[in-house]
């Protein structure tokens, strides 16, 4: 997350897809929400009081989406402005943190409640048979939102950095249904409605496509098309709904880690359901449904959730049965202090102090000469 973050403005090809494909920083969100998925496989494992199971995983989920607004909601004005506070009427409700809340949520609550755990040996199918209802429900619910809702024509007010006024009015139109372009799809429609588009994000990195023809301090040309000049939501609400079931994918994998025992039957099943995902994923991309980040579509949730998969048994198979911890202790330190580590990065507080060092005048930071360092290379 840190290197496709920072290392994604001065090598594109790492940083986000500006829309549909896949680039490196593509599967940063979904391993995370896989390994929440795990995890949640392994802390439920015994709950005897599912109530009290249920108040504690939704205030661990509030706890983190509160998070997510104080660090990504606009507080910390970044670093050309050291200030902190926040236009309420501007304040991004959604983030990482939040989205990643919201997908530990759905599986916790279906691991405490939708479980059939019995006291004989039973399938991990069978006895999880549930976990895959609500995962083709949640999926059904978000095709049948994407493809099936109309977009109207819409409009928008942007600031006078791309008008010769304080606010310009921008419209955009569309009429159509099941589109899913950046311009009129569905899930940017339902963010503009329920959260209003004043909260959502303003840096979408759909700008980077040639259609908006963005400059390289990151303006985007009055000659753009409106759309180009819209915020949007890589995190929204219709793209959370596949985003958690990517948890309960994880949740699956977790549930093969604590009760097989053996490492064969743990790698055959976790090999099983990658190759399905995998495969399921690249079909679908044939027929036509994008691979695409932002809206979070089918095929990139089983592309992604399979190359999770097939990743996590490396390590597996490297780690746990021929003993290679030294190769991932850095790693599980920084799997340990996960959440410290992205506080300090996206508060910029880790930046704040590399810019501290400078030879003779601040402009000569650290950060400067290593951001020149890989441009002039």
């Not at 493809?147 to 109207?152: A, D, T």
């Amino acid at each position: 997350m840190i290197v496709v973050d920072y290392g994604g403005s001065v090598f594109p090809i790492i940083g986000h897809s500006p829309w549909n494909g896949l680039h490196l920083a593509d599967f940063v969100m979904p391993f995370f929400l896989f390994v929440v998925g795990i995890s949640i496989a392994l802390v439920y494992k015994k709950e005897p009081n599912r109530s009290e199971a249920t108040w504690k995983a939704v205030g661990r989920a509030a706890k983190l989406f509160l998070l997510g607004i104080l660090l990504q909601g606009g507080f910390l004005h970044g670093l050309n402005s050291l200030t902190y506070g926040v236009d309420l009427e501007r304040i991004r409700l959604l983030g990482i943190l939040q989205r990643i809340s919201i997908g530990y949520l759905v599986g916790a609550l279906c691991e405490i409640w939708l479980s059939r755990r019995t006291r004989r040996e039973v399938g991990i199918l069978k006895s999880y048979y549930l976990h895959w209802v609500a995962a083709f429900a949640i999926i059904a619910v978000y095709l049948g939102l994407l493809y099936g809702l109309y977009v109207p024509d819409w409009q928008f007010f942007v600031p006078g950095q791309v008008a010769k006024y304080l606010y310009h009015e921008c419209q955009v139109k569309c009429s159509v249904r099941g589109d899913v372009g950046p311009a009129c799809n569905s899930a940017g429609m339902i963010d503009r409605y329920v959260l209003g588009i004043n909260h959502l994000y303003a840096k979408p990195v759909y700008k980077n496509l040639k259609e908006c023809n963005i400059s390289r301090d990151k303006v985007v040309p009055e000659s753009a098309p409106s759309w180009c000049h819209a915020p949007f939501d890589p995190e929204g609400l219709l793209s959370s709904l596949t985003a958690a079931v990517t948890c309960l994918i994880g949740l699956q994998y977790g549930h093969v880690l604590a009760h097989l025992q053996d490492h064969k039957g743990r790698l055959e099943n976790w090999c099983v359901f990658s190759v399905a995902f995998l495969v399921l994923g690249l079909f679908l991309a044939l027929l036509g449904f994008p691979i695409n980040k932002p809206l979070y579509s089918i095929s990139y949730m089983l592309i992604t959730s399979a190359t999770a998969g097939i990743t996590f048994s490396a390590l597996y198979l490297l780690v746990d049965i021929y003993g290679y911890r030294w190769l991932t202790l850095p790693l599980e330190w920084m799997g340990k202090h996960a959440l410290s580590i992205f506080i300090v990065v996206s508060s910029n507080l880790a930046v704040i102090v590399i810019q501290g060092f400078y030879w003779k005048s601040p402009q000569n930071n650290l950060m400067n000469c290593i951001v020149s360092l890989f441009v002039h290379q």
